[in-house]
């Protein structure tokens, strides 16, 4: 459910969780999944959100009636796949990607926040990474980027792919047996996708503060009109 304010074209319900399991089923899981970890154009797809409510819909037969483990299985191979496509592109495009323009579909903010994300916890990032929004989708092109050893990636890119994949839908599968869940699925399914949506909003909301203060500062030292500026002596007095 992220950054869907700048997606207007896309219809809410294709972002909807529930409603995108119950019109494509399982299949639509897995593209879902292996588009968001490894494609430029799926960081705004519901990765987190979907896994939960896999989980909780496998949990009362409703949609998924497959077994869990076969669930799991076929979520974190498309995981691992995906950013094995990541990992590959990265690698094949190179520092060029960083020059791209942005565009509808791909912003080199979000590159650069993985980037960071990437400089900050080595080769670990790829783990981490599939439990942070948006920097689970380019965390692997940089991985690739900087050709990090190939080996060493698939090795933490199965663990990510097991841990995410098979973690967050095994905790919906489990808090969709519990009786309060299982007669409230409509709530808590709102509530998901709000949890959802509101790293982003956050995130938003702390980078418009920094871009003010920085407007605020760099109108103060222009000496913009309505901004507070050091006085300036005519030369009378001074030294006094």
Request: aromatic fraction near 10%; hydrophobic fraction near 50%.
């Amino acid at each position: 459910m992220r950054t869907l304010t700048a997606l207007p074209a896309l219809s809410p319900d294709l972002l909807d969780p529930e409603r995108l399991i119950s019109t494509f089923g399982l299949l639509g899981i897995l593209v879902v999944v292996f588009a968001e970890s490894g494609l430029l154009i799926g960081f705004f797809l519901p990765g987190d959100s979907l896994l939960f409510t896999a989980g909780l819909l496998v949990a009362n037969e409703r949609y998924l009636t497959y077994p869990l483990w076969l669930v799991c299985l076929l979520i974190t191979v498309a995981a691992v796949a995906g950013d094995q496509v990541g990992y590959l592109f990265g690698r094949r495009a190179g520092p060029a990607l960083f020059r791209r323009p942005d565009s509808r579909w791909f912003k080199r903010e979000y590159l650069w926040r993985a980037r960071h994300f990437f400089d900050r916890y080595g080769g670990v990032a790829v783990v981490l990474a599939r439990f942070v929004p948006i920097v689970r989708t380019f965390t692997p092109i940089v991985a690739g980027v900087g050709r990090m050893d190939y080996r060493r990636f698939v090795g933490y890119n199965v663990v990510g792919g097991v841990l995410w994949g098979t973690g967050v839908t095994v905790l919906g599968y489990l808090l969709g047996r519990i009786p309060f869940v299982r007669d409230n699925i409509e709530l808590i399914l709102v509530g998901i996708v709000l949890l959802s949506v509101l790293p982003v909003a956050v995130k938003a909301i702390t980078a418009r503060r920094a871009a003010r203060r920085r407007d605020a500062r760099s109108g103060a030292a222009a000496g913009v009109p309505g901004r507070p500026v050091e006085p300036v002596g005519d030369g009378e007095g001074d030294g006094d």
